[in-house]
């Protein structure tokens, strides 16, 4: 469904992704963890053809994303929706305009039909009352939803999150898990960045962790949960010092540098 | 020295960069014209438009108003000392018209809304709203820098010649108050000496501000990068960008049409 194959990316002279190769199969929920900076973002965003690899592939749905074909990048990105951390929803529309934007503006589907999918969709996201509410007066957790919400309207085959827990209260952070869980039993290939490891625990099939640009272990969750490897345990317990941290209190930089490096 | 070398080549790369990329944005964009015939396009320009118009009306007028009382006074003060105060009307007129009419529009609309442009877009693009619009195929082109280049190029001229009529009427105030030139004396002088034209100048002059103003805020707003310190710095280069273009342009015109 989704392949990577030795996918390398520098910014501003910095290895983000070195020789990362990566598959995600059919309605697969992968989980990429792993400390600010460490490409995270970046693979996700090279999923979804918004950067473009130095080398290596990106295959999504079979097609070849990093050769950046237009009419290949609009076939794919049809069928592919993606969660942004803040949801990143145009603040001079209303929710429910938001959610409607990729179907009025791209599949030019009849208005009965996007007012019954809009409204289904923030059914299944909880927002259903807030429809008429602009991305200014809604909670953050709101916000994200909604993004989800726009994200599943055209019925994706795969749905990416870049940190969909991040900043949220527990009670939000699980109704966010639900909808991710929800999503997986519906057979929806998913791939979630992550920091928040009950999250990464509650929805994963399996847990991919990066460290500089590679993947330092790779497995189900009760693999990862149970693995010996000292850079995952560092991760898991939170260590200050250890492998990811070359032994210092050295610390990442943030994930927000690298989204800024894109042209 | 060698820092001093390094920072004038980061500026001449990041010059030539927004230059490019500036051109190739107008270019893109011009091509995207018959979108406008989409009714959600034009829905976004119209609506652009009137609040380009009433946002800037104010500021443009009171500018206006007293940019024609202070070429009344001092021209006039020249004039009377040569006993020529009824040639007050076609200074005016003519300058108003051809030269400040569209040049002082277009600071002010550098200021209020080329600036504005570059903040919007730029904060859409530091929060990955760009990028949401690219994930669902829709073009920021089309959707953001279309109805902004059309609805800013159209409403320049409109501006100009609200700008210019009130700038000639106050300077018809102060010809009347304070040199004697009656309303009736000033506009005869300036209908007779006004030239087609000066207005074909002063309406061409206004339409490349605009399309020039528009152009510079989205590409300083799509080139962002780096958070609200970003969003900042794109909205000043925007204005310092756009006030040079207005200037070295509006020369090159003024030099055109007077060879």
Redesign the interface.
């Known amino acids: 469904m989704i392949r990577l194959d030795n996918v390398t990316k520098t910014l501003s002279g910095r290895k983000i992704l070195s020789e990362l190769s990566l598959s995600v199969e059919e309605g697969e929920t992968l989980v990429l963890l792993g400390r600010s900076g460490t490409g995270k973002s970046v693979t996700l965003?090279h999923i979804?053809g918004?950067m473009q690899p130095d080398h290596g592939k990106v295959e999504v749905l079979g097609k070849d994303v990093s050769s950046q074909n237009p009419s290949i990048?609009?076939e794919v990105?049809?069928k592919?929706g993606?969660l942004?951390?803040?949801g990143?929803?145009?603040n001079w529309l209303t929710v429910k305009e938001n959610v409607a934007?990729?179907l009025?503006?791209?599949l030019g589907v009849s208005a009965n039909e996007i007012e019954e999918r809009v409204q289904r969709v923030l059914r299944e996201v909880e927002l259903d009352s807030h429809g008429d509410k602009f991305p200014g007066e809604i909670s953050g957790g709101m916000r994200k939803r909604a993004g989800l919400a726009?994200a599943l309207v055209c019925d994706p085959q795969v749905v990416l999150h870049d940190e969909p827990t991040s900043g949220l209260d527990p009670i939000s952070s699980s109704i966010i898990n639900q909808l991710v869980n929800q999503l997986k039993s519906t057979g929806i290939t998913q791939v979630l960045v992550t920091h928040d490891m009950n999250s990464a625990f509650e929805v994963a099939d399996r847990i991919a962790m990066l460290h500089e640009g590679k993947i330092q272990a790779l497995g189900t969750v009760d693999e990862i949960r149970n693995s010996k490897n000292p850079a995952v345990r560092q991760f898991l317990e939170g260590e200050v010092t250890g492998p990811l941290t070359h032994g210092t209190l050295d610390g990442g930089s943030d994930a927000?540098e690298d989204?800024?490096?894109?042209s | 020295m060698t820092g001093a070398v390094e920072a004038l080549g980061r500026f001449l790369g990041r010059s030539a960069e927004s230059t490019g990329y500036g051109l190739v944005l107008l270019g893109k964009t011009m091509l995207t014209i018959p979108h406008l015939l989409n009714r959600r396009r034009m829905r976004d320009c119209l609506n652009l438009m009137f609040t380009y118009s009433v946002g800037s009306f104010t500021v443009t007028a009171v500018v206006a108003l007293f940019t024609g009382m202070i070429l009344a006074l001092n021209g006039g003060d020249s004039l009377a000392s040569l006993g020529q105060e009824n040639l007050i009307g076609r200074i005016v007129a003519i300058s108003m018209i051809r030269e400040m009419g569209p040049f002082m529009t277009a600071l002010i609309l550098t200021a209020s809304l080329g600036s504005g442009i570059a903040a919007e877009i730029g904060t859409m693009k530091v929060s990955e709203e760009i990028d949401a619009l690219e994930i669902m195929s829709i073009s920021p082109i089309k959707f953001l820098v279309l109805p902004r280049l059309v609805a800013l190029t159209l409403v320049t001229p409109v501006m100009t010649i609200i700008a210019a009529f009130i700038g000639i009427l106050g300077a018809s105030i102060v010809a009347a108050n304070n040199f004697g030139v009656t309303w009736i004396a000033f506009s005869n002088d300036a209908l007779e000496n006004l030239k087609l034209g000066d207005v074909h100048i002063g309406l061409i002059k206004s339409v490349v501000f605009g399309v020039t103003i528009a152009t510079v805020g989205a590409t300083q707003g799509l080139l962002t990068r780096g958070g609200a310190t970003g969003v900042g710095e794109a909205a000043r280069r925007a204005v310092v960008i756009s006030f040079l273009l207005v200037i070295i342009l509006g020369y090159y015109l003024s030099w055109l049409y007077l060879s």
Do not use: G, S
């Open positions: 965003r979804v918004l990048l609009t990105r049809k592919v993606y942004f951390q803040d990143a929803l145009l934007l990729p009025i503006e791209t726009r927000a989204r800024n490096e894109v």
